[in-house]
T-cell receptor
Framework: DAGITQSPRHKVTETGTPVTLRCHQTENHRYMYWYRQDPGHGLRLIHY???????DKGEVSDGYSVSRSKTEDFLLTLESATSSQTSVYFC?????????????FGEGSWLTVV | DAKTTQPTSMDCAEGRAANLPCNHS???????VYWYRQIHSQGPQYIIH???NNETNEMASLIITEDRKSSTLILPHATLRDTAVYYC??????????????FGQGTRLTINP
């Protein structure tokens, strides 16, 4: 599992409230990612990080922000949650990014916005 | 990114080899082929990847055609626990060293007793 821990694993929140999901890794990997998965859309990249304080947008970044103040933690924040952000969120890390890159995923965080 | 085409679903008998095909006719010379699987309600699991040569690990074998336009993932002795959605992915963009994988819809493999 590449030492990835996501928290919380399940959360129900109300529309308009802020939500932060945490991804924690124990193996000092440089690259970290947040994906969301929805029926009919598969896995889509939200944001990624290539180092401490270095982040960039993926294909579905609207409504999300991220922060990485230390190597081991990558936080995904929904500033004002909407029902369209009800989804399963997966954190991932990549190993050996310069050749034959391998990405490992966490177990997911189920978020329901009511 | 090179586009991949996989069958929507496949069935295989337990104990037999499961062969999952993938077409990636627009693959570039330096793009790797990756296979992941996702068992219901779990995170995607890395299986194997390759560039040109066939690869084998403890989970599966990957056969890539000489022209690299297609590949086959082989699970040599399928078990019920191999029932999952299998994704064939050609490496996407690398920006600042970060790998951006693009997942398609995958193949839903069902292993039957």
């Amino acid at each position: 599992d590449a030492g990835i821990t996501q928290s919380p694993r399940h959360k129900v929140t109300e529309t308009g409230t802020p939500v932060t999901l945490r991804c924690h890794q124990t193996e000092n990997h440089r690259y970290m990612y947040w994906y969301r998965q929805d029926p009919g859309h598969g896995l889509r990249l939200i944001h990624y990080s290539y180092g401490v304080k270095d982040t960039d947008k993926g294909e579905v970044s609207d409504g999300y922000s991220v922060s990485r103040s230390k190597t081991e933690d990558f936080l995904l924040t929904l500033e004002s949650a909407t029902s369209s952000q009800t989804s399963v969120y997966f954190c991932a890390i990549s190993v050996n990014p310069t050749s034959g890159n391998t990405i490992y995923f966490g177990e997911g965080s189920w978020l329901t916005v009511v | 990114d090179a586009k991949t085409t996989q069958p929507t679903s496949m069935d295989c008998a337990e104990g037999r080899a499961a062969n999952l095909p993938c077409n990636h006719s627009t693959i570039s010379g330096n793009e790797y082929v990756y296979w992941y699987r996702q068992i219901h309600s779990q995170g995607p699991q890395y299986i194997i990847h390759g560039l040109k040569n066939n690869e084998t690990n403890e989970m599966a074998s990957l056969i890539i055609t000489e022209d690299r336009k297609s590949s086959t993932l082989i699970l040599p002795h399928a078990t019920l626990r191999d029932t999952a959605v299998y994704y064939c992915i050609v490496r996407g963009d690398i920006i600042q060293g970060a790998q951006k994988l693009v997942f398609g819809q995958g193949t839903r493999l069902t292993i039957n007793p």
